[in-house]
């Protein structure tokens, strides 16, 4: 591990495989992970074009998948009411854990966080993960019944 603190953060509903990915990239990267997962009320302000699950659902889902990975221990889950969370203001922080898709927040974050005084975050960006049809796989496709959270298309969408 080659960092303290890493943080990792998101709405994290339908916890699929690409979140997976995430998660096991910051507990590979860190000793300690700190997730934050938007509240309700910020992630409906994202605009979501989907159902978002509540957050006790999500929070519930989150432990379940970190428990069977064995690294609760290690987690802190934080809520996360806007973009930034406290990897814009925490000098604990040391890197981001972000998908492809959101790399250029984290940008935006290291731009504040230099701002604040504090050193910029080291940035450890993965791949999108690919559904069976090379999509990335997203919530929202999840929520259209294209397909389902390991990225296998669903019914009709196969022939």
């Known amino acids: 591990m080659r960092f ?11 916890l699929h495989k690409g979140h997976k990915a995430l998660l096991k990239m910051a507990f590979e990267s860190g000793e300690k992970v700190w997730i934050g997962l938007c509240t309700d009320e910020f ?3 994202l605009r979501k ?10 929070v519930r889902e989150l432990m379940e998948f970190l428990n069977h990975l064995g690294v609760s221990s290690r987690a802190e889950i934080i809520p996360l009411s806007d973009p930034y969370g406290p990897a814009a203001t925490s000098a604990e922080i040391e ?9 250029p927040r984290a940008r935006e974050i290291n731009t504040v966080r230099v701002r604040n ?3 910029p975050l080291e940035i450890i960006v993965i791949d999108m993960v ?4 090379q999509i990335p796989i997203s919530t929202t496709r ?13 019914g009709a969408r196969k022939s």
């Open 4 to 14: 303290k603190v890493v943080a990792v953060g998101g709405t994290f509903d339908e």
């Open 43 to 45: 992630a409906k302000k």
């Open 49 to 58: 074009n989907h159902e978002i699950a509540s957050y006790e659902y999500r």
């Open 95 to 103: 890197a981001l854990v972000v998908s492809k898709e959101t790399e």
């Open 117 to 119: 005084g504090l050193k």
């Open 130 to 133: 690919p559904a069976e049809d």
């Open 142 to 154: 999840i929520r259209r019944g294209e397909i389902d959270r390991n990225g296998r298309l669903i």
